[in-house]
């Protein structure tokens, strides 16, 4: 069974930087990619970044380039999303998913096996 398990979301001030967790199970980070995705209260999900290990690939959004940092730890199970020099406008739930054949569309792949998510608050 497939398991994506969020982590590390907070309130944090305008300017400031967080590090999101997602602890994995039940497939093989060698074979599929991760992503973050998130969505804000009214908004539409979307895609934030993704990890490809087996391409050796790594995508991130516009609004988040050069912000946000995706890595892997695979000794842990564990994708990171390390998110800098936060905005109010970053503020959301964060989810990271597992590629599947079907699914949502980000960067190439698509995502159909998502973790519960975990809230991140930017305050002005």
């Known amino acids: 069974e497939v398991q994506l398990v969020e982590s590390g979301g907070d309130l944090v001030q305008n300017g400031g930087s967080l590090t999101l967790s997602c602890v994995y199970s039940?497939?093989?980070?060698?074979?599929?990619?991760v992503g973050w995705f998130r969505q804000a209260p009214g908004k539409e999900r979307e895609g934030v970044s993704l990890?490809?290990?087996?391409?050796?690939?790594?995508y991130y959004s516009d609004s988040v380039k050069g912000r946000f940092t995706i890595s892997s730890d695979t000794a842990k199970n564990t994708v990171y999303l390390q998110m800098d020099n936060l905005a109010p406008e970053d503020t959301a739930t964060y989810f990271c998913?597992?590629?599947?054949?079907?699914?949502?569309?980000?960067?190439?792949?698509?995502?159909?096996?998502w973790g519960q998510g975990t809230p991140v608050t930017v305050s002005s």
């Open positions: 990890i490809s290990k087996h391409l050796n690939f790594k």
């Open positions: 998913a597992a590629e599947e054949g079907y699914g949502v569309a980000f960067g190439g792949f698509k995502f159909g096996l």
């Open positions: 039940g497939f093989s980070f060698d074979d599929f990619a």
